[in-house]
């Protein structure tokens, strides 16, 4: 990003005249870099190593959303429509994970009626083992003498 491009997007959401490293200023120059490193990997699918810094920017630029969401609301939802990006998906936490684990189960799970209709079938047969007739016994072995 050049230091002209990079004066436009402070000047556009800085919240006062000196602004420079508000959380709004911050997400939109991360935004403008994460949309450049797009455009970068779309020519070359294979350069890792930016894929790697594009993950890490795209964390960053989370984590002051995070940050806004939780302090001034209204000027997140703006930034977020200004930006033309979508509500992001909540991060999964332990509980709500344990949660959906949970339901899921609980859809999963048979009736009680039908698990003792269950409980009375037989289990089914196994397929019979091969039989060993078709080897011929063997033979003893004599004594060893001593």
Do not use: C, W
Not at 109 to 121: D, L, N, S
């Amino acid at each position: 990003m050049k230091r002209t491009e990079k004066k436009k997007v402070i000047e556009k959401y800085a919240v006062h005249t000196k602004d420079t490293g508000s959380a709004h200023v911050q997400v939109a120059i991360l935004t403008e870099r994460i949309n450049s490193l797009q455009e970068h990997l779309l020519s070359h699918p294979k350069d890792n190593h930016s894929r790697k810094g594009l993950l890490q920017i795209v964390g960053k630029r989370r984590r002051h959303f995070n940050y806004l969401r939780l302090h001034d609301k209204d000027s997140y939802e703006k930034l977020l429509k200004d930006l033309k990006l979508k509500t992001p998906k909540k991060a999964a936490t332990r509980k709500t994970v344990k949660r959906k684990v949970a339901t899921k189960a609980e859809k999963a799970a048979p009736k009680k009626a039908t698990k003792k209709a269950a409980a009375k079938k037989p289990a089914a047969k196994k397929a019979p083992a091969k039989k060993a007739a078709a080897k011929k016994p063997a033979a003893k072995k004599a004594p060893a003498k001593k």
